[in-house]
């Protein structure tokens, strides 16, 4: 199969010239500023000192609270709603995993678009409202909104997850500690929950990196002056023409996102490896060895 | 007890699908009324289909986003397989930096992987585009391609192959009849998550094409200021293909199964 | 019998560690060749070089004369049976087995024909529509024998085939393969750590170890005529003891002189001496050769294993003739039971 080593050219090239490059670019853009002729850039850090900006500490700052907020609330629905799915039979559960990704499908502006139109003043709800005699709420351009459509987005990002963990998991560790005598509700804090952290980190990721770097979300939602990390960087680049300035904040952005990413990766594996040894995985196996050599000796 | 705990699930779950059905039903059903209203239905109508097969841009648009993802998903599933294939076989550093690598578009948030293709773009001095945006497109399915086909590739006994060269077939006929076939899953798999991820994409086609370029997602975001009812009768068409698809791709599989093990059972009996 | 395939000093190195130390084979048509040797003594790899699918360091592969060292896999007129198959999985049993003949675009008709042929060959007459998945080892084993013989290979190539069968089954499929071989006519190369496999079937073995060839022999050859103490100590069990060649037909150990058969090492020479426990004989005190006390016994079915301590060392016996723990005993053998062999390096 060696003759197969020399495919692996076309893609290095392709990597380096749209991956690596366009990402050391913006490296380049942000730490240079324009220099006095048009053609000379200077090195500098200004584009990193212009954080300090109370603007752009609080566009962090509620980017960081939403994407908590929303995978709080993901995860707060999705867990149960998994666990649950992960009770019914089996060919439910396939129908009913299906259903949940099949929303994932459809673009994700005509999703939002659809809510743009039942969040407004004179959307759906608000009918509703009327028509049963209440007054008129305003939901639209407020964090109300844009938080509604990144749960709907995200849920089943959650959902997912911790799904796949909770079936993956042996049915008779729950039996056994039953059997050793803990209640249901012990069980699933001892034995259920701890084995489907995985999954929950998963889900976890797959909400809240996307979430605090949300673009159309909370511009179509949130409207034109409501402001998070991502729309920031689309103005930079827009609307002030600031590509170092927004190169910095992208920089940063991506650090801390792979950062991040990178962590939690560590601490699935962890989780992952402790929940095989429970599982009986690595155990057996050099049990079966053990066995194995006896016979033949 | 034990059904009283069934009603909860029975009703969680449910009122979970409807908040995730709730918007694609209102969008459905709206795109029939006959008013220009999202709230009151006035009564059935197609006139928003038909404004929609009046509308060019949004023709032009379905065009350019099923074009788009059609040739995405082609240059990516070829290139992502190749290299997953060439992967297993590579030396173990230069494996490693690529799956690294590799990895960075799926890790990066998107809006720093579009801004990072805008400036590089602009840099080379080529003009924002059809082109721009399917080499793009190209850049960032190609990871998925390859996160899904190489696991399968990794699984496989590397003595199929030897067997196959060893049964008399060349490099290129034993990647045909034996490699492929084994890990089609993973290459059908991850060609499916490539076409939707092009055709889904906003952020990244957003910032890097122009010339009045648009896909759907661009096309709907320069309306959303405005109501427009035929973006409801696109959506409705888009989520009636899908649910098409779906049924086609799970019932025949299903047939054939069921044909297949007739006959295998036949066979035994 | 005329020579086939000769390997002419192979060498193998991965990474800078050595795993065949220059290599010289000839391997005959028609012949069943056995490489037996512990895991990671090369066996396997000097198999894939004959195959293609390694090339050697240094060192020639000649097949018919000509230097084939080369060519791909592809080009050989070798078949392999792989360890574990290898069969193609989404292929049913008629397709694996047609594979190479399809690759070499042959008529629908003779394939079919062959494929059928061959498949009486290994007695799975009826199991061509069958998925691989609903065989069991033994019917995969033999699909997978099926599919390299269907192409009428020189010579067949054997990696381990029966490693992943149970005890019962693997002797039967020795039986069968040692038949097949003769049926068709053809020479096997077979790869086997099991020292009781090579011997059963074979024409030569071929004793590796270390990247290097022990012995190469007859099976009677092999297990009589040991030719160092590695070979002597994986074929069969063995007391080796240290002694020294007096003369023709005389060598000491253990304090005493014993008429042998073996002539020609050096007067005085040190050497390693094999006596196969079931050569040794326990008798009465004064009739034998060695005084001892019985210190255990083990029943093993057929045989008795009896551990006799002399003043000198332990003497491991297998016989049919039951014996007391603590009972003084002498122990007999007859002068060809001694096999005098070369000194070397302590396994």
Same mark, same amino acid.
């Given at each position: ?297 | ?269 | ?294 210190? $255990?016994? *083990?029943? &093993?079915? /057929? ?5 006799? %301590?002399?003043?000198?060392? !332990?003497? @491991?016996?297998? +016989?049919?003739?039951? $014996?007391? *723990?603590? &009972?003084? /005993? ?5 002068? %060809?039971?001694?096999?005098? !062999?070369? @000194?070397?390096? +302590?396994?």
């Amino acid at each position: 199969m060696k003759q197969y080593k020399k495919l692996v050219s076309p893609y290095c090239f392709w990597l380096f010239v749209l991956t690596i490059v366009p990402m050391l670019l913006i490296a380049f853009y942000a730490f240079t500023a324009k220099g006095t002729e048009i053609t000379t850039f200077r090195f500098t850090l200004d584009n990193f000192f212009r954080f300090i900006d109370p603007i752009f500490l609080s566009v962090l700052m509620r980017s960081f609270v939403l994407g908590i907020l929303t995978t709080v609330i993901c995860l707060l629905i999705g867990y149960p709603i998994a666990y649950m799915i992960s009770k019914c039979q089996e060919r439910t559960q396939t129908l009913l995993i299906l259903l949940i990704t099949i929303p994932t499908w459809i673009n994700l502006l005509m999703r939002t678009y659809a809510w743009m139109s039942i969040l407004s003043n004179n959307g759906l709800i608000n009918h509703a409202l009327q028509a049963l005699g209440f007054a008129k709420m305003h939901m639209m351009y407020t964090d109300f909104s844009v938080v509604i459509g990144m749960v709907y987005n995200f849920l089943p990002f959650m959902i997912l997850p911790i799904h796949t963990s909770l079936t993956n998991m042996d049915k008779s560790l729950t039996e056994a500690s039953m059997d050793l005598g803990a209640s249901r509700v012990q069980t699933f804090f001892k034995i259920t929950f701890r084995l489907s952290l995985s999954g929950v980190l998963t889900g976890v990721t797959m909400v809240f990196l996307p979430a605090i770097s949300a673009f159309v979300i909370p511009k179509m939602l949130g409207g034109g002056q409501y402001s998070l990390i991502g729309n920031f960087i689309e103005q930079q680049f827009i609307t002030v023409g600031n590509w170092h300035f927004g190169s910095a904040v992208s920089l940063v952005l991506a650090v801390i996102v792979i950062a991040l990413m990178a962590l939690i990766y560590k601490a699935e594996k962890r989780t992952n490896m402790s929940n095989e040894d429970e599982e009986g995985g690595s155990r057996r196996n050099g049990k079966r060895k053990k066995i194995r050599k006896s016979t033949l000796h | 007890m034990v059904k009283e705990r069934k009603y909860v699930k029975v009703l969680c779950i449910s009122l979970c699908l409807a908040f995730l059905y709730f918007p694609l039903i209102v969008m459905a059903f709206f795109s029939f009324n006959s008013a220009k209203s999202l709230s009151n239905f006035k009564g059935f109508s197609l006139r928003w289909y038909e404004s929609l097969f009046g509308n060019l841009q949004l023709l032009d648009a379905v065009v350019v986003s099923v074009s788009i993802a059609i040739l995405a998903t082609v240059i990516s599933t070829i290139l992502g397989t190749m290299t997953a294939i060439a992967l297993t076989k590579s030396k173990k550093v230069i494996r490693t930096t690529i799956l690294q690598v590799n990895n960075l578009p799926i890790m990066n948030p998107e809006i720093v992987t579009a801004i990072s293709l805008m400036i590089f773009f602009s840099v080379i001095n080529i003009d924002k585009g059809y082109m721009t945006m399917l080499l793009a497109h190209i850049a960032f399915c190609t990871p998925y391609v390859i996160t899904n086909v190489y696991p399968k590739v990794k699984q496989l006994d590397p003595n199929l192959a030897d067997a196959a060269m060893d049964l008399g077939a060349t490099p290129f006929q034993t990647l045909m009849k034996v490699i492929l076939p084994q890990i089609k899953p993973g290459i059908v798999a991850g060609a499916l998550l490539a076409f939707t991820m092009s055709f889904d994409d906003f952020v990244i086609s957003y910032f890097v094409s122009g010339n009045g370029v648009e896909n759907i997602s661009i096309v709907i975001y320069n309306m959303s200021k405005r109501m427009n009812p035929s973006i409801y009768a696109l959506s409705t068409i888009v989520l009636i293909v899908i649910l098409l698809v779906l049924l086609i791709g799970t019932f025949i599989p299903y047939l054939i199964v069921k044909k297949k093990g007739a006959s295998i059972n036949e066979a035994s009996s | 019998m005329k020579k086939l395939i000769e390997l002419d000093n192979l060498t193998k190195e991965y990474n800078g560690q050595v795993v065949l130390k220059g290599i010289h084979l000839d391997i005959h048509e028609n012949e069943f060749m056995t490489l037996l040797g512990p895991s990671g003594c090369g066996k396997t790899t000097t198999l894939r070089i004959v195959a293609g699918f390694e090339e050697a360091s240094s060192g020639e592969v000649l097949f018919d004369g000509i230097d084939i060292s080369t060519l791909p896999p592809y080009k050989r007129e070798v078949n392999t049976v792989f360890q574990k198959y290898a069969l193609f999985p989404h292929m049913n049993v008629f397709d694996n087995i047609a594979f190479g003949l399809k690759i070499k675009k042959m008529e629908k008709d003779v394939i079919e024909q062959k494929v059928l042929r061959i498949l009486s060959l290994v007695g799975l007459e009826g199991f061509e529509k069958r998925n691989i998945s609903q065989l069991s080892g033994g019917q995969q084993q033999r699909v997978a024998i099926a599919r390299a013989l269907v192409n009428e290979p020189k010579v067949l190539l054997l990696d381990e085939p029966l490693g992943a069968l149970d005890l019962k089954l693997r002797k039967t499929m020795q039986i069968e393969l040692k038949n097949i071989q003769k049926e068709v006519g053809i020479t096997f190369v077979y790869v086997t750590h099991d020292q009781e496999e090579a011997l059963t079937m074979s024409d030569t073995i071929v004793v590796m170890n270390d990247g290097a060839i022990q012995q190469i022999g007859t099976p009677t050859d092999i297990y009589n005529e040991p030719e160092n103490r590695f070979v002597a100590q994986f074929i069969g069990e063995s007391n080796i003891v240290e002694g020294i060649f007096v003369k023709d037909f005389l060598v000491e150990f253990d304090g005493q002189q014993f008429v042998c058969v073996d002539k020609g090492f050096d007067e005085g020479q040190e050497v390693d001496i094999v006596l196969r426990p079931e050569d040794l004989d326990i008798v009465e005190v004064g009739q034998g050769k060695i005084e001892g006390v019985v210190s $255990s016994i *083990i029943f &093993k079915g /057929v045989h008795y294993e009896i551990m006799v %301590e002399t003043s000198e060392r !332990m003497y @491991k016996v297998h +016989t049919t003739d039951m $014996s007391e *723990i603590g &009972k003084k /005993v002498n122990l007999d053998f007859w002068p %060809e039971d001694i096999h005098v !062999m070369e @000194k070397m390096g +302590t396994y």
